[in-house]
């Protein structure tokens, strides 16, 4: 059972950083693409150039800002040949390259230009390479890549932020370009019309201080984990009303692992966190995981029928697991009829 349960975790783990990787660089692609929010131009030579944003350079290569002004409109890059800007500027965003030579020249203009990290270990993938930077073991939330290492550092310093979200009581600094690329409610907000779009300050209703800090950093840095005590529920909602991408995703794998413990057998009281997130993910949506805790419950119905937290259930609840219940018994009965038969005929 121990290494079943190692396995599926580590499982578990592997698969939450897969997926917050894929989500950071389809992040980047976007602020890549859409030129949304962009504050400074990267120049080469006198034809080339590419619309940046200020803030997220600074996070991954601040060398590049070093003797400018924060409203200096264009940065003049020495040293790089003009066909080389566009695969530098997505080194920085999120390591992809189109060929090995390519990626050689990358690696010495990012040393050169000190981005930060550039120790990596190197992914194949067809014909591109994905670098992911390796993660060491701590109790702390960690960022799925360095991209999200650097733009949650980004954050939590506060550099070059544009905007102030007040919730309640408390005001967070972020940066438009990156709330807008992340967001599709911020994107409506700070890109439409709304009157929002010309605030330096926007409040946020329908959450708390807690669930917006959880949101921020799955923006940012696109966390595998949610701190202790977090209410799931809570912060899926507010993830919703956000048009926060991936944050269900992650929120099925908490659950997955701190409520269900990935199944097990009924013992140590497993069944009553498995009940408590039946209610969970009906409530917020998570439809796969909890038609994986009704068939649980269904299996082993004799020891979870008789918890208190079954009685708590609402009745749709509660008749969704004795309708697989009688189904699962339809379907035994009609196995053991078919070997019975079977077993008559073999005789004839």
């Not at 069944?271 to 299996?299: M, N």
């Not at 918890?307 to 259930?313: D, G, H, I, K, V």
Request: proline share 3%; net charge neutral; with cysteine.
């Amino acid at each position: 059972m121990l290494q079943y349960c190692r396995k599926m975790l580590t499982k578990c783990y592997s698969s939450k950083i897969w997926f917050c990787v894929i989500l950071m660089i389809s992040f980047s692609d976007r602020l890549l693409q859409e030129e949304q929010e962009t504050d400074v131009t990267l120049c080469v030579g006198s034809a080339v150039r590419l619309k940046a944003h200020r803030a997220v350079l600074l996070a991954r290569a601040p060398h590049l800002l070093q003797g400018t002004e924060a409203s200096t409109p264009v940065i003049h890059l020495q040293g790089i040949e003009p066909a080389a800007l566009k695969d530098f500027i997505q080194y920085i965003m999120h390591f992809l390259y189109s060929s090995t030579p390519t990626r050689l020249l990358l690696l010495v203009i990012a040393l050169k230009l000190k981005v930060k990290h550039h120790h990596y270990m190197l992914w194949p993938f067809h014909s591109f390479c994905l670098i992911i930077v390796c993660l060491s073991g701590s109790e702390h939330l960690e960022p799925a890549s360095g991209l999200g290492a650097d733009l949650l550092a980004l954050y939590q310093r506060a550099d070059m932020s544009d905007i102030s979200i007040q919730v309640a009581d408390r005001v967070f600094s972020a940066h438009r370009a990156i709330l807008c690329a992340r967001s599709e409610y911020f994107r409506a907000m700070l890109c439409g019309s709304w009157m929002e779009s010309l605030r330096q300050c926007i409040t946020l209703q329908g959450l708390g201080p807690d669930e917006m800090e959880i949101l921020l950093h799955f923006m940012y840095g696109a966390i595998l984990d949610f701190p202790s005590g977090t209410n799931v529920s809570q912060v899926v909602l507010a993830a919703d009303m956000l048009g926060l991408e991936g944050l269900k995703d992650m929120a099925e794998m908490v659950l997955t692992r701190d409520y269900c413990r990935f199944f097990p057998k009924p013992v140590d009281g497993v069944q009553r966190s498995i009940l408590e997130c039946l209610a969970i993910t009906h409530s917020i949506g998570l439809h796969d995981l909890y038609c994986s805790c009704v068939r649980w419950v269904a299996e082993h119905f004799v020891k979870c029928w008789s918890e208190r937290n079954f009685a708590l259930l609402p009745s749709e609840l509660q008749r969704d697991c004795l309708n697989t219940v009688t189904k699962n018994m339809v379907c035994n009965t009609q196995r053991q009829n078919c070997f019975l038969l079977w077993w008559i005929l073999s005789f004839d």
